[in-house]
T-cell receptor, first 111, second 113 residues
């Protein structure tokens, strides 16, 4: 079963509002990656975080990796309709020696 | 470079049949991973192949198997199909070192009736 939990499962926002999705792992991760999947599409890589406490920004997107390397978040400021899609976190766990994906957060944006 | 390609894109099978899906990675990539995506379970890791050897395996029954060829192309086989096997099957390739960015193909949508 899933060892990487992601919340919320769904998020509906008005255009211009902020959005955050959270990812939590039961084990320490060596890295965390974030992917975006547009409706009908396939996951596309956004970013990778490796260091404890790391924060990275991509325009309106801010990614954080927790100090214990067990949680991460993606925050979008002032959402736009182009942000619609499902956002997945994926963590590499040495315990399992594989990449485990969260269930994803599906974001819809009302214009 | 061409992206990851998967064939076929859509497939309809009946219970008890078997199916083979194909994945061609990005040129130069030696690792191919397979995932099952369903609305309720998200992306579930099936297995990873590197240099024709299975390097990692998820928690799926033995009905799910795969292989990789010397040109890095990979196939996934599901035998004795069940209704619950209906899903989008995605493959992803990386150059080969672990923990790298995964480049996904468009997926094969399998419907089991």
């Amino acid at each position: 079963g899933q060892q990487v939990m992601q919340i919320p499962q769904y998020q509906h926002v008005q255009e211009g509002e902020d959005f955050t999705t959270y990812c939590n792992s039961s084990t320490t991760l060596s890295n965390i990656q974030w992917y975006k999947q547009r409706p009908g599409g396939h996951p596309v890589f956004l970013i990778q975080l490796v260091k404890s406490g790391e924060v990275k920004k991509q325009k309106r997107l801010t990614f954080q990796f927790g100090e214990a390397k067990k949680n991460s978040s993606l925050h979008i400021t002032a959402t736009q309709t182009t942000d619609v899609g499902t956002y997945f976190c994926a963590g590499f766990s040495y315990n399992n020696n594989d990449m485990r994906f969260g269930a994803g957060t599906r974001l819809t944006v009302k214009p | 470079k061409a992206g990851v390609t998967q064939t076929p894109r859509y497939l309809i099978k009946t219970r008890g049949q078997q199916v083979t899906l194909s994945c061609s990675p990005i040129s130069g990539h030696r690792s191919v991973s397979w995932y099952q995506q369903t609305p309720g379970q998200g992306l579930q890791f099936l297995f990873e192949y590197f240099s024709e050897t299975q390097r990692n395996k998820g928690n799926f029954p033995g009905r799910f198997s795969g292989r990789q060829f010397s040109n890095s192309r990979s196939e996934m086989n599901v035998s004795t199909l069940e209704l619950g096997d209906s899903a989008l099957y995605l493959c992803a390739s990386t150059p080969g070192r672990e923990q790298e960015t995964q480049y996904f193909g468009p997926g094969t949508r399998l419907l089991v009736l």
